[in-house]
């Protein structure tokens, strides 16, 4: 439950230490993605909180699948990761939407760890899907130093 909205905050986090980092240079649109970024947590956070109070006829979301990476990229490219998306064409058959979420949440997780690790480092994400078969690859190039040890980014459990 709490990985939903420990994203959302955690990019905030991220946000707010670039906005931090850039002297006021670009403030209004880091301030604008962190507005972005908290909406969208209180969002999730609102129906959470639904879900707790009501029980079976509380509405569930979706959980995050492979039809959702170009947006999570997004959100890390907003941060100041390189990355890009390959993927080849869906296989007739489609993993099961456990399958799906727990790729999403590898590539999140690959994501967070080069941005945390290797800040700057180019990060290709590659999905390749065919008859039972789903492969995933993360790969990232050499990154700059961090200039802040304590730094912390986008974390997922």
Known sequence: MHDVVTHRVSL????????????????????????????????ELRSLVEILR?????????????????TLIAEFRRSG??????????AEQHPSLLVEHTAYRFVREALTNVHKHAPGAPTRVRVEQASHLL???VRNGRGRPSTSPGRSGPTSS
């Open 54 to 70: 009501y029980d079976d006829d509380a509405p569930l979301a979706p959980q995050p699948g492979l039809a959702d990476l170009d």
């Open 81 to 90: 990761v390189a990355v890009t998306l390959e993927q080849t064409e869906p």
């Open 135 to 137: 492969r995933l690859s």
């Open 12 to 43: 905030m986090v991220l946000q707010a230490t670039a906005l931090e980092v850039s002297e006021g240079r670009d403030a209004v649109t880091i301030g604008q993605q962190i507005g972005a970024t908290g909406r969208a947590a209180l969002a």
